[in-house]
């Protein structure tokens, strides 16, 4: 365990992430009249995927027909897991509540003559929630990773505690209702701004009692140079050469994703793939300075002209951050199964709006907004409906990497970090899956997972890399159980021992569990118990 | 990653070591931050986005630190650039905002996707 912390703080309602969802999550709950605490593990305004992007949003004006459109459309492709209700709710909370941020964010023109509001820049859209939120009185501790729930006797939740990394001590506060936004995990593939992305939510929920759903969907990537992680912007119209300037046969992006990755992916695990930018279109030739800098500093800084020059290219693995699983939603108000405890964003399942599949940047951005909306709110209701149990003691749920089971003889797992990426996001494994390779995959990240929960543990900085760790650990452990169960291929989940979806399957798959991992189709009583074998 | 802090333009506020998401940077003696974690730095210019005095520079390798000396980076004009490009060094010029182009985003990534789309199609007719 974690040194006791000093006397903690007190809440109605403590968000713990920093991103998109966690600050409109804080703003919703600051609106409803609660006492508000954010943490964060970094910067609020620099961390999480949302920062170093561009996200827009899903974006449907309220005339007669358009949205029940976009909605079947959407649903069509969803492979029979997405919820209209939740569609529905998305595309309504965010066309409502996007517009509220023009004092702080400088929305601009549309190209037609109106305001531009679906689409905003990273950089400026977290600095804008950041001042949205402190305006709100929210409280905003930076570099505050959180370690651990706190949890009541009868087991609802009771606050979180962790360690203030500037001031090197431990943190701890009290709070009526807790907000999840810890965002998704990538397993540290590099990909632009998911370092902190270790799905340290996840574990913390599972072990106060959470369940998971739709991990098995968490196979994505990001093309990029191969130096450097970037937005995807410039790269849709590329073409791909090999080493010897040979001309790749790849099926174009967006129209057939897995087509378009799977030959990506192929390719580079023969050799070098480069890519060529000279078709891509005329206006981002001369725009992208203006919409995306980041861009392009990666390739001015080497010498090279992105446009004209050939340049290595690799895909970054996504995890659960384009991919879709996450805690599992039990109610209309983002609740997850434990009592007081609400998920939104990206450490929420997306299959409510998305299904089997990623639902690209628009709808996961719009679900990041108004989960986080609707997850602030139902958590100030909460809290402020029960009242303070401040005094009531509590127990901390932290376990793996934190309270080892047997000697604490280990205080740094980065050792295991190759065998969790290589079982959940290797090339290999993760887009064409199979039950044998899933099985060895579960063998590596049990043992991995087993070292840490048995030894794990460290002080200060150190604990939060090591926890960090036992979440990457633990989240892939619930992606290869899930994918193992989920017989069948649907949406980004492609098995080449069972290539074709199975009717029977159409249900969202629940994954938890700590010693052991556990599933269950949620259409179904049946819980099967995974077994490894040693 | 992080590669280089110009101690003859750094003022000291210490913003770059809160902007860093990930760590990387630790209060230092004397006001200059000090680089602590380079391991943990992902490269993803929040630092230079957020230092008002144009004092950090961030080589493009997220795994090597070392590819551009300080001199060079200065001489390229590449230390400043990336907080220019955004606009964060200077007001809107009046009537156009810095985001006035924001919104080609999307239609342009579409526009790259289909003329993937038609390459690849045009490309499939021949070899049939």
């Known amino acids: ?534 | 990653m992080i590669a280089h802090i110009f101690e003859d333009r750094c003022t000291g506020c210490n913003d770059c070591v809160a902007a860093c998401p990930t760590h990387v940077l630790d209060l230092g003696e004397g006001g200059i931050p000090l680089v602590a974690r380079i391991d943990q730095c992902q490269t993803c210019f929040m630092c230079e986005l957020y230092c008002s005095a144009d004092a950090i520079y961030v080589a493009p390798e997220q795994d090597d630190a070392g590819s551009v000396t300080a001199h060079a980076a200065l001489a390229a004009g590449h230390v400043g650039r990336l907080r220019h490009d955004y606009g964060w060094d200077r007001a809107p010029p009046s009537g156009q905002g810095h985001l006035s182009d924001f919104w080609q985003l999307g239609p342009l990534l579409r526009e790259g996707a289909e003329i993937a789309a038609r390459r690849y199609a045009a490309r499939a007719r021949t070899r049939d």
């Open chain 1, 1 to 534: 365990m974690a040194s006791i912390a000093p006397t903690p703080l007190i809440a109605d309602v403590l968000i713990i992430g920093g991103g998109m969802a966690a600050c409109w999550a804080a703003i919703a709950a600051a609106g409803a009249g609660a006492q508000v605490v954010l943490v964060d593990k970094g910067f609020v305004g620099t961390s999480g995927v949302t920062a170093t992007g561009g996200p827009n949003h899903w974006w449907v004006a309220p005339e007669p027909g358009k949205r029940e459109a976009a909605i079947e459309e959407r649903h069509a492709r969803s492979f029979g897991l997405a919820d209209r209700a939740w569609m529905a709710r998305i595309i309504e909370e965010t066309w409502r509540t996007l517009p509220t941020l023009a004092g702080y964010y400088p929305f601009d023109g549309d190209g037609k003559g109106g305001t531009f509001f679906s689409g905003v820049r990273g950089p400026e859209y977290m600095r804008a929630l950041r001042r949205f939120a402190s305006d709100r009185g929210v409280t905003i501790l930076d570099h505050h990773p959180a370690l651990e729930l706190l949890l009541h006797s009868d087991g609802s939740v009771a606050g979180a505690a962790g360690h203030a990394r500037l001031a090197g001590a431990g943190w701890a506060v009290r709070a009526g209702a807790v907000v999840l936004a810890t965002g998704g995990c990538a397993f540290r593939s590099g990909l632009i701004g998911s370092y902190g992305n270790t799905g340290d939510g996840l574990l913390m929920a599972v072990e106060a009692g959470a369940a998971l759903s739709g991990m098995e969907f968490s196979v994505s990537y990001s093309l990029s140079p191969a130096w450097n992680s970037t937005r995807t912007l410039p790269y849709f119209a590329a073409r791909f050469f090999d080493r010897e300037g040979q001309e790749l046969d790849v099926p174009p992006p967006m129209v057939g994703e897995a087509a378009h990755l799977r030959a990506l992916a192929q390719a580079m695990q023969r050799g070098p793939v480069l890519a060529d930018l000279t078709d891509a279109p005329e206006q981002l030739k001369q725009r992208l300075r203006h919409i995306q800098p980041a861009s392009l500093a990666p390739f001015e800084r080497r010498g090279l002209d992105i446009f004209q020059d050939r340049f290595p290219v690799s895909l970054f693995g996504e995890g659960t951050v384009r991919g879709t699983g996450g805690l599992r939603i039990a109610g209309e108000g983002c609740e997850t199964s434990v009592e007081g405890l609400y998920a939104a964003g990206d450490s929420a399942t997306r299959e409510l709006v998305a299904g089997a599949t990623s639902g690209g940047g628009a709808q996961n951005a719009a679900w990041a907004l108004t989960s986080g909306r609707i997850a602030g709110a139902a958590a100030a209701a909460r809290a402020l409906k029960s009242g303070a149990r401040h005094h009531a003691s509590v127990t901390r749920a932290g376990r793996v990497g934190l309270s080892p089971s047997s000697t604490a003889s280990l205080d740094d797992a980065r050792e295991f970090l190759e065998s969790i990426q290589d079982a959940t996001i290797g090339y290999d494994n993760a887009l064409w899956r199979s039950a044998e390779k899933l099985e060895k995959g579960q063998i590596a990240v049990e043992s991995a997972w087993r070292t840490i929960a048995e030894h794990g543990r460290a002080q200060g900085l150190a604990s939060v890399a090591l926890r960090e760790h036992a979440a990457m650990a633990s989240v892939a452990r619930w992606v290869l159980a899930a994918a193992h169960a989920r017989n069948e291929s649907r949406g980004m989940h492609m098995r080449v021992d069972k290539p074709t979806a199975d009717p029977a399957q159409e249900s969202r798959l629940l994954v938890g569990g700590l010693d052991r991992v556990w599933t269950r189709f949620e259409n179904s009583e049946h819980r099967s118990c995974v077994e490894i074998a040693a």
